[in-house]
């Protein structure tokens, strides 16, 4: 009867626990049930029905009202106070604009980005941190048994720090093993690259405002409207219309008539002016077209001349992963080398980029050295946007260039232990300093608005760089040209009615005599008569 007893208590026991236990949050476990033997044996001689009904009338209480046992934790994350007056240790990586240390002697001073937003986060939340730098100069990856992480994300594991206030990008594989608080930047990855030299100028230079199809067109036009010109001026001459003491169309032939269209569009008066009203039409559509076209042309020469433009064999990461002249790479223990690292059997194009840079194996240390092998030329680093842009704009000699558009998108955040009841106080401390415009105020602190263009391209006038010969070296080439077209000319013309028109000549030595002979006989007859 007792062993019948006793196992109906614990069947009862069994029936409640698991009703408790369905009732409570997952979320949420109960403090362990403690059973000594004098309490066990003091029950077992009572009846089980009252025990089963006493189980059953507490499960209902718990069922109506919530669980009782609260997990220290969550009473811990609900307190506004957690961090006032507590100390947090706080790692970070030395990196402009986040983190610089500088050394006097007061001591060690930090400066940065996210050094002023600890700050704000202190002040908001009433701690104080303790900043060392991590001894790796690392952010973060696994290591080869994939058990333990290097840089701020080991630190942070191993228990030596309680949060990592460094620009450590959100990633699934950070966060199996770390906490983040919510993102307070967001970033992408991005390709940087030194600039490459300005195009050739051309020695005809002057002819690129407009295609060869625009120039052929206004040749046409100066020719078409030549042919109309002598046409229109000879069919008046030759049907007397007008008086043609005034209307002076028997001047313009063809050689007077494209001698007019060209003057025009060089801005240069010239002779024969138009008269008749034909002419003068003519000559009117043709000014103003020579207008458009002359005041286009300035326009744009000015552009081509004074703006050296770049050409960059890479503008988007398919370009990048399809060449193998130009090496690149990533940096060493980050999120893009863990995260190409893992594209292996992908397919995609950064599997591709990721098979490249294996092949190269230049992958720097630190971000500072990545971008000292792009300023030693040909080499292009993949590294996130915030620290690019910030390269960028910064560089003292403007050698630097981004490359395309962003890609991989993520966010930065500060790391916590597993579990660790801080992240939710620093989260609503970031969010708060979001609403308020205070982080968009650091922001702008730290990443200058102006500086050099982010995309190589020199868009300030008063830095544009002189003009050299090189830019006027054809039409040097033309006037040159032209010149020795003129004295060719007039060499031909010299030995040609010098030397070669012997029948000109003579006909003008006889036409000379003739009139000289009948001179001649004019005085006789004259000298003739006065002596009658």
Same mark, same amino acid.
């Given at each position: 009867?007792?062993? !019948?007893?006793?196992? @109906?208590?614990?069947?009862?026991?069994?029936?409640?626990?698991?009703?408790?236990?369905?009732?409570?949050?997952?979320?949420?476990?109960?403090?362990?049930?403690?059973?000594?033997?004098?309490? &066990? #044996?003091?029950?077992?001689?009572?009846?089980?029905?009252?025990?089963?009904?006493?189980?059953?009338?507490?499960?209902?209480?718990?069922?109506?009202?919530?669980?009782?046992?609260?997990?220290?934790?969550?009473?811990?994350?609900?307190?506004?106070?957690?961090?006032?007056? $507590?100390?947090?240790? !706080?790692?970070?990586?030395?990196?402009?604009?986040?983190?610089?240390?500088?050394?006097?002697?007061?001591?060690?001073?930090?400066?940065?980005?996210?050094?002023?937003?600890?700050? *704000?986060?202190?002040?908001?939340?009433?701690?104080?941190?303790?900043?060392?730098?991590?001894?790796?100069? $690392?952010?973060?990856?696994?290591? *080869?048994?994939?058990?333990?992480?290097?840089?701020?994300?080991?630190?942070?594991?191993?228990?030596?720090? /309680?949060?990592?206030? #460094?620009?450590?990008?959100?990633?699934?594989?950070?966060?199996?093993?770390? +906490?983040?608080?919510?993102?307070?930047? +967001?970033?992408?990855?991005?390709?940087?690259?030194?600039?490459? *030299?300005?195009?050739?100028?051309?020695?005809?230079?002057?002819? =690129?405002?407009?295609?060869?199809?625009?120039?052929?067109?206004?040749?046409?036009?100066?020719?078409?409207?030549?042919?109309?010109?002598?046409?229109?001026?000879?069919?008046?001459?030759?049907? /007397?219309?007008?008086?043609?003491?005034?209307?002076?169309?028997? $001047?313009?032939?063809?050689?007077?008539?494209?001698?007019?269209?060209?003057?025009?569009?060089?801005?240069?008066?010239?002779?024969?002016?138009?008269?008749?009203?034909?002419?003068?039409?003519?000559?009117?559509?043709?000014?103003?077209?020579?207008?458009?076209?002359?005041?286009?042309?300035?326009?744009?020469?000015?552009?081509?001349?004074?703006?050296?433009? %770049?050409?960059?064999?890479?503008?988007?990461?398919?370009?990048?992963?399809?060449?193998?002249?130009?090496?690149?790479?990533?940096?060493?223990?980050?999120?893009?080398?863990?995260?190409?690292?893992?594209?292996?059997?992908?397919? &995609?194009?950064?599997?591709?980029?990721?098979? @490249?840079?294996?092949?190269?194996?230049?992958?720097?240390?630190?971000?500072?050295?990545?971008?000292?092998?792009?300023? !030693?030329?040909?080499?292009?680093?993949?590294?996130?946007?915030?620290?690019?842009?910030?390269?960028?704009?910064?560089? =003292?000699?403007? *050698? %630097?260039?981004?490359?395309?558009?962003?890609?991989?998108?993520?966010?930065?955040?500060?790391?916590?232990?597993?579990?660790?009841?801080?992240?939710? =106080?620093?989260?609503?401390?970031?969010?708060?300093?979001?609403?308020?415009?205070?982080?968009?105020?650091?922001? +702008?602190?730290?990443?200058?608005?102006?500086?050099?263009?982010?995309?190589?391209?020199? &868009?300030?006038?008063?830095?544009?760089?002189?003009?050299?010969? /090189?830019?006027?070296?054809?039409?040097?080439?033309? %006037?040159?040209?032209?010149?020795?077209?003129?004295?060719?000319?007039? #060499?031909?013309?010299?030995?040609?009615?010098?030397?070669?028109?012997?029948?000109?000549?003579?006909?003008?030595?006889?036409?000379?005599?003739?009139?000289?002979?009948?001179?001649?006989?004019?005085?006789?007859? @004259?000298?003739?008569?006065?002596?009658?």
């Amino acid at each position: 009867m007792a062993t !019948a007893g006793v196992c @109906s208590l614990i069947v009862c026991v069994l029936l409640v626990c698991g009703s408790v236990g369905v009732s409570l949050n997952t979320s949420t476990t109960a403090a362990p049930l403690m059973i000594s033997s004098s309490a &066990s #044996a003091a029950t077992s001689t009572k009846s089980p029905s009252v025990l089963l009904s006493k189980l059953q009338a507490a499960a209902k209480s718990q069922r109506q009202n919530g669980p009782e046992v609260t997990r220290r934790q969550d009473f811990i994350d609900s307190s506004d106070d957690l961090l006032k007056g $507590k100390t947090l240790k !706080a790692v970070t990586v030395l990196e402009d604009p986040y983190a610089t240390k500088k050394v006097t002697d007061e001591g060690t001073d930090f400066h940065g980005f996210v050094i002023d937003i600890v700050k *704000e986060l202190s002040s908001s939340l009433g701690f104080d941190f303790e900043l060392y730098v991590s001894p790796d100069g $690392k952010y973060g990856a696994p290591k *080869e048994n994939n058990t333990q992480w290097s840089g701020v994300i080991g630190e942070i594991m191993s228990g030596r720090a /309680d949060v990592a206030v #460094a620009p450590v990008t959100i990633s699934s594989e950070r966060e199996q093993v770390v +906490d983040f608080t919510n993102p307070f930047m +967001d970033l992408g990855a991005g390709l940087l690259m030194k600039k490459p *030299e300005p195009e050739g100028t051309s020695i005809f230079a002057f002819l =690129q405002p407009f295609k060869g199809t625009v120039w052929f067109s206004i040749l046409g036009a100066l020719l078409g409207t030549a042919i109309l010109l002598y046409v229109t001026s000879r069919l008046r001459f030759k049907c /007397d219309i007008g008086d043609q003491n005034y209307y002076n169309d028997r $001047k313009f032939n063809f050689k007077n008539s494209l001698w007019l269209t060209y003057w025009s569009i060089v801005r240069k008066g010239g002779e024969p002016a138009p008269r008749s009203l034909p002419s003068r039409i003519l000559a009117g559509a043709w000014w103003f077209f020579t207008l458009i076209v002359i005041s286009t042309y300035t326009a744009n020469l000015t552009a081509f001349l004074t703006v050296k433009r %770049l050409v960059s064999p890479i503008k988007s990461i398919d370009d990048l992963a399809s060449q193998n002249s130009i090496p690149f790479g990533v940096t060493q223990e980050t999120f893009l080398y863990s995260f190409f690292k893992g594209q292996v059997d992908t397919g &995609s194009v950064y599997e591709r980029m990721w098979d @490249s840079m294996q092949t190269t194996e230049m992958f720097p240390p630190s971000s500072m050295k990545g971008v000292e092998w792009v300023r !030693a030329g040909r080499y292009v680093l993949i590294e996130e946007t915030p620290f690019l842009e910030y390269t960028v704009r910064t560089d =003292q000699n403007c *050698e %630097l260039m981004l490359l395309g558009k962003p890609f991989l998108f993520k966010g930065y955040g500060f790391a916590t232990r597993r579990g660790s009841a801080i992240k939710k =106080q620093l989260s609503v401390g970031i969010l708060k300093l979001q609403e308020s415009g205070k982080m968009s105020e650091l922001r +702008d602190k730290w990443w200058p608005k102006d500086g050099c263009p982010l995309d190589g391209q020199s &868009s300030n006038v008063n830095e544009a760089s002189a003009l050299g010969l /090189d830019i006027f070296l054809g039409v040097f080439y033309v %006037l040159g040209a032209a010149a020795i077209l003129a004295v060719v000319v007039t #060499a031909v013309q010299v030995i040609y009615y010098r030397f070669c028109n012997f029948g000109e000549k003579l006909k003008k030595m006889n036409s000379n005599r003739r009139t000289s002979l009948k001179n001649h006989v004019l005085r006789r007859q @004259s000298t003739d008569v006065n002596l009658h």
